[in-house]
């Protein structure tokens, strides 16, 4: 009941597609839920992040949809750049114990 | 601010020696949280440090052990290593118990041979 799947594990997208990452969740206690970038060497840095009482957050280029019945969110990436290619994890935040529970990690190339 | 701050960047042991891994949160960040991070598991939580005590702890055995300091420095052991504790260990800052946004340091490379 703590995971979070993520899915794709891989995914390789053109110059200015769309990419599309997707996490489904179990624990209802999940209040928090970040998106997370990693370049390799580096340590992930937080993205964009939403609460469950919106269903849409959108920065720039980056969107998060959010299904709180199916218990499903989404990473978008409009006119995804070769610049975007990092591993990509989606997190949820438990209210009852505040740990953060990742994602697999999904690997994005973006080829020019 | 100076980011997350980890030491060192890489370290190779061999199995059944202990290792000491340091971290320096952003400043006026009081909690300091730990990660494992490798290729099968994704990021793992190991523990959670505020105002130099354990407050969360994730489901690693007993070797792994950490502390804060009240500079809210924290550092983490690992005792009797495994082949199995190779991996990228991470260390998330944030400002306190309440405060959602976790930022990460680059990670310590621990290779075990």
């Known amino acids: 009941q703590q995971q979070v799947k993520q899915s794709p594990q891989s995914l390789i997208v053109q110059k200015g597609g769309i990419s599309i990452i997707n996490c489904a969740y179990e624990?209802?206690?999940?209040?928090?839920f970040p998106w997370y970038q990693q370049f390799p060497g580096k340590g992930p840095a937080l993205l964009i992040a939403?609460?469950?009482?919106?269903s849409e957050k959108k920065e720039g280029r980056f969107t998060i949809s959010f299904n709180k019945s199916a218990k499903q969110f989404s990473l978008h990436i409009m006119d995804s750049q070769p610049g975007d290619s990092a591993t990509y994890f989606c997190?949820?935040?438990?209210?009852?114990?505040?740990?953060?529970?990742f994602g697999t990690g999904t690997r994005l190339q973006v080829f020019p | 601010k100076a980011g997350v701050t980890q030491t060192p960047r890489y370290l190779i042991k061999t199995r059944g020696q202990q290792v000491t891994l340091s971290c320096s949160p952003i400043?006026?960040?009081?909690?300091v949280s730990w990660y494992q991070q490798t290729p099968g598991q994704g990021l793992q939580f190991l523990f959670e440090?505020?105002?130099?005590?354990?407050?969360n702890k994730g489901n690693f055995p007993g070797r792994f052990s950490g502390r804060q300091f009240s500079n809210s420095r924290s550092e983490m052991n690992v005792s009797t290593l495994e082949l199995g504790d190779s991996a990228l260990y991470l260390c998330?800052?944030?400002?306190?118990?309440?405060?959602?946004?976790?930022?990460f340091g680059p990670g310590t490379r621990l290779t075990v041979l």
């Open positions: 624990n209802t206690a999940f209040d928090y």
């Open positions: 997190a949820a935040r438990d209210y009852n114990t505040d740990k953060l529970i």
């Open positions: 939403i609460r469950p009482d919106v």
């Open positions: 440090y505020f105002s130099e005590t354990q407050r």
């Open positions: 400043s006026g960040h009081r909690s």
């Open positions: 998330a800052s944030r400002e306190g118990r309440s405060t959602d946004t976790q930022y």
